[in-house]
């Protein structure tokens, strides 16, 4: 960090600039009802819109990690700002597809490494005994900043889809005068050079991977979802070969045989995995199952998102330099995993009020276990390859949210059209109009969203559907719940062992270096 006093208002600021990497998807998600409308998106055009911007910052948020190295994080992130500013700017005075994309892509680019870039800086504007305490308001500032932008979002999207797509570069143009004012120079190393071969590898091996978990709905064994993923997968070995021959790689390989290291890798995809499931899973439900507007929908979270923002200020008070990481994630694990089996129980009549525990113990138990996480990257990252370690985190978040996203999707339409047939005959259906029903429950199931058009709403068949639809969305939740407890229960329990073996490593290494120093 700099020689001089800490801003206060550093780390705070810091948050509100990260939080527009919450809010630019959730409000252009929003606004792309009415914007594919407008500019004739279809199809594959369609999924690539919503797509898109995701891809592109998992294509280079390394890159933009170790820009900030080499250049120095200040005028980095500037101009991330200005390139989300930018690409916004074209999405919302586009009028055909291939403008929109293009913006989509450059605001990814640019809200991804403003992400990547405030995380890093952190460290740079906080004391190094009170890292975990900055971590957490940081964590609190992203989400009352994802809170409070996303709301306003929802309300300008009903007006105007072009509207909405401005609020993004609004908050960076408001924010971009301030970087210089608020947060110090931060040191760059201009000796560094870009590891081209490592760069383009793992930005291959990220974006086929999340292209194909993408299609998981499409089922497990469709070729949709196994080429592009398991594509993926088989570039990620041919780039960690790449980078054990480099000399100067993205980072250290050597880095995934510590302890600690894997240890926020694999609870970073848990977190992210559990948090994905259910902010898209009861969301879902509230608005098939129980007819919730957008904005309801958005207010039922908040219980979540509540304990997520203030159990992360708790969990960075509690935190000490190299201590109480595993009693932390360990009870954030517990709470975490007591939240989604909670949910198990829920039915297609629930009211609110049944949510709203499991909901204080998932937001509480992803606080804990995020804020420890984010401290090991800060802690296991070497001096010299800091911003691409720190970015990484960026790259195991978004793995651990796409699988979460996908894969939930795929277990509830599983789980709840495994009964349907039988489940529409008991309700009185015919043969006859199965086929239909059958379709139309399907495309509910996959993406939450009952298809207009299919009837009129009193018609029997429509009455038929909606009534199925409610109690197959229940009984896929509750299966798949029930999965996502045990796996995030298996991945937590494989970061507390990585977390035992890394301070094991840790005290070696310590006995090694008093050794070699008593020798001197």
């Not at 525990?357 to 420890?372: D, K, M, N, T």
Request: charged share 10%; aromatic share 6%.
């Amino acid at each position: 960090m700099s020689n001089q006093a800490p801003n206060p208002l550093a780390v705070p600021f810091l948050g509100v600039l990260a939080s527009l990497q919450l809010i630019d998807p959730t409000v252009a998600n929003t606004a792309l009802v009415k914007a594919a409308a407008a500019l004739h998106l279809q199809g594959s055009s369609l999924a690539l819109a919503a797509s898109i911007s995701t891809l592109a910052q998992a294509a280079t948020v390394l890159l933009m990690g170790f820009l900030g190295d080499r250049l120095g994080r200040r005028p980095v992130l500037m101009a991330s700002l200005l390139l989300s500013i930018a690409g916004d700017g074209l999405a919302l005075t586009a009028s055909g597809p291939g403008l929109f994309l293009l913006g989509r892509a450059l605001v990814g680019i640019g809200v991804g490494a403003v992400l990547a870039l405030t995380f890093a800086a952190v460290r740079f504007v906080s004391r190094p005994e009170q890292l975990g305490k900055a971590l957490g308001i940081w964590n609190l500032l992203i989400i009352a900043g994802f809170i409070a932008g996303s709301l306003l979002g929802g309300v300008l999207a009903d007006s105007s889809w072009r509207l909405a797509l401005a609020l993004v570069p609004l908050i960076a143009l408001v924010c971009l005068p301030l970087i210089p004012l608020l947060l110090p120079e931060m040191p760059a190393n201009r000796e560094l050079r870009a590891d081209w071969p490592g760069l383009i590898s793992i930005a291959a091996a990220m974006v086929l991977f999340l292209s194909g978990v993408s299609h998981a709905v499409s089922g497990f064994t469709s070729a949709q979802f196994l080429i592009p993923t398991f594509g993926g997968v088989a570039v990620f070995v041919v780039h960690l070969w790449i980078e054990r021959q480099r000399q100067q790689p993205i980072f250290p390989v050597a880095l995934y045989s510590r302890g600690l290291f894997a240890a926020a890798i694999v609870s970073g995809i848990a977190w992210n995995f559990a948090q994905a499931v259910v902010q898209l899973q009861t969301s879902n439900f509230w608005q098939t199952v129980q007819r919730y507007s957008t904005s309801q929908v958005a207010l039922a979270q908040l219980p979540l998102l509540l304990c997520f923002a203030g159990g992360g200020v708790l969990a960075g008070r509690l935190m000490q330099p190299g201590r109480r990481t595993l009693q932390l994630m360990a009870g954030g694990l517990i709470t975490l995993v007591l939240g989604l089996v909670l949910l198990v129980g829920v039915r297609a009549g629930a009211s609110y009020a049944t949510f709203v525990l499991p909901l204080l113990l998932v937001g509480s138990g992803l606080a804990f276990i995020s804020v420890p996480q984010s401290a090991l990257f800060v802690q296991e990252a070497p001096e010299r390859y800091f911003g691409s370690v720190t970015a990484f985190r960026t790259t195991t978040g978004q793995l651990g949210f796409a699988l979460g996203f996908a894969a939930s999707g795929a277990m509830v339409n599983g789980f709840g059209f495994a009964s349907l047939r039988q489940r529409l005959l008991q309700l009185g259906a015919s043969p006859a109009q199965i086929p239909a029903l059958e379709a139309k429950v399907r495309a509910a199931l996959s993406s939450g969203v009952l298809g207009a058009g299919h009837g009129s709403s009193g018609s029997v068949a429509h009455s038929k559907a909606l009534t199925v639809i409610a109690q197959a969305y229940a009984s896929g939740l509750a299966g798949t719940m029930i999965v996502v407890a045990l796996l995030v229960a298996l991945l937590g329990a494989i970061s507390l062992l990585l977390l035992v073996i890394g301070h094991q490593q840790q005290a070696a290494d310590q006995v090694a270096a008093s050794g070699a120093g008593s020798q001197l």
